[in-house]
């Protein structure tokens, strides 16, 4: 449950997963939901994958997933995983041996699919690896790539065949005394996805891993997801999720974490609520909110910054934000702070003043965190 009790149409209640470890990662149980993305550079150019993880992580990011697809990645993955502030999961597809040099690696966890590797012996090869090397596995069941029996059973890619096919290869694992696995049943359409993460919520106490698979580019893809993962996590499904966008991996993060802000999943950072400004407006909204968004991104400390073109709404949002600024008349405004009137600002210094301000509390908020600990 969140922690919003006080109010309780905010109440989500999660679904109750045993939880797994990703490295020095929780997931499921009552660990905060973790955000995932994957990086988009070949994996044997481990320069670029390490830049690409060390942004993510920066950006929020408990996990990032990494391609292997090659035994030169195999070999490149031991350096990243070295470098990375983060675990590591290994992306395997049918080859078992890339899933036992990945655990070999140091990959947190392994993606891969226990019953598309090949006959008992090779899938035993790999549960040992990741057993022995402390790597848990995420199965990731794909509408795009279901088994051939399955299709051939259902005649198309439904949630019944993705929730079969989720438990087949959970039984694989389960046969072979292996429980420190996730479970993804992922489709590009939102109303498959959807249902078939509800079906497999319903079949097993497994953390998920939500996601839309191959959602779209920033705008379309943050707005599928939105609504795929947004409702299911409303529902109280999902321990981990990753947003798939064709855009920057600290794309996907930003924007999953927005998902778990907007439901008050988890908090980080500065959350801005502006007005979409109209010819009321006492400075120009937009590019003040835009150019704060990008001063501000520094910080880590959750709290919440109203920024509102004038009076008619700025001082009901500033009531509820801990800085706010409301446009005025003349070339200034009024600066709120923890809800009350503070000062005036002029509004040609006030990007500058708002950072000074949202810093200086982001200090007192860590502090008294500090002191409560
Ligand atoms: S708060 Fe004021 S400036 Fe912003 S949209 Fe509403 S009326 Fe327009």
New binding site residues.
């Given amino acids: 449950m969140s922690l919003n009790h006080v109010r309780p149409w905010r109440n989500i209640y999660r679904r109750k997963s045993r939880q797994v470890m990703v490295g020095d990662v929780a997931v499921g149980g009552d660990a905060p939901i973790a955000v995932q993305t994957m990086t988009n550079t070949l994996t044997t150019d481990v320069a670029a994958t390490v830049a690409q993880v060390q942004a993510a992580a920066e950006a929020g990011a408990d996990i990032v997933r990494v391609s292997v697809p090659d035994e030169a990645s195999s070999k490149a993955l031991k350096e990243i995983v070295r470098e990375s502030p983060v675990p590591i999961v290994a992306d395997i597809h049918f080859h078992y041996k890339r899933g036992i040099e990945a655990a070999e690696a140091g990959a947190a966890c392994l993606r891969i699919n226990p019953g598309n590797i090949g006959d008992e012996k090779r899938v035993k090869e790999v549960i040992n690896a990741a057993r022995d090397h402390n790597c848990s596995i995420r199965i990731g069941v794909n509408a795009g790539s279901l088994e051939k029996h399955l299709l051939e059973k259902y005649g198309e890619p439904c949630p019944e065949a993705m929730v079969e096919s989720g438990l087949e290869h959970i039984r694989i694992l389960e046969d072979n005394d292996f429980h420190d696995f996730k479970i993804s049943v992922k489709a590009s359409d939102v109303f498959l996805s959807a249902a078939a993460y509800q079906g497999i919520a319903e079949a097993t106490d497994a953390p998920i891993h939500l996601g839309i698979t191959e959602a779209g580019g920033l705008v379309s893809g943050t707005i599928k997801s939105a609504i795929g993962l947004g409702n299911l996590l409303w529902m109280g499904i999902g321990d981990t999720i990753r947003v798939s966008l064709s855009a920057d991996p600290v794309e996907e993060v930003k924007v999953g974490y927005e998902i778990l802000k907007s439901l008050g999943l988890r908090h980080r950072g500065v959350n801005i609520i502006s ?8 400075f120009d ?1 937009i590019k003040t909110v835009e150019a704060l968004e990008q001063r501000l991104e520094h910080i880590k400390t959750p709290m919440s910054l109203s920024i ?7 001082p009901g ?1 500033a009531l509820m934000t801990d800085v706010g600024f ?2 005025g008349g003349a070339g200034s405004g009024m600066v709120y702070l923890a809800g009350k009137a503070s000062h005036k600002m002029s509004n040609d210094q006030m990007i500058d003043h708002i950072v000074e301000e949202v810093e200086k509390k982001a200090a007192e908020l860590d502090a008294a965190q500090e002191a409560a600990e």
């Fill in positions: 007005c979409p400004s109209c010819a009321r407006q006492g909204v509102i073109g004038c009076v008619v709404n700025g949002e409301t446009g």
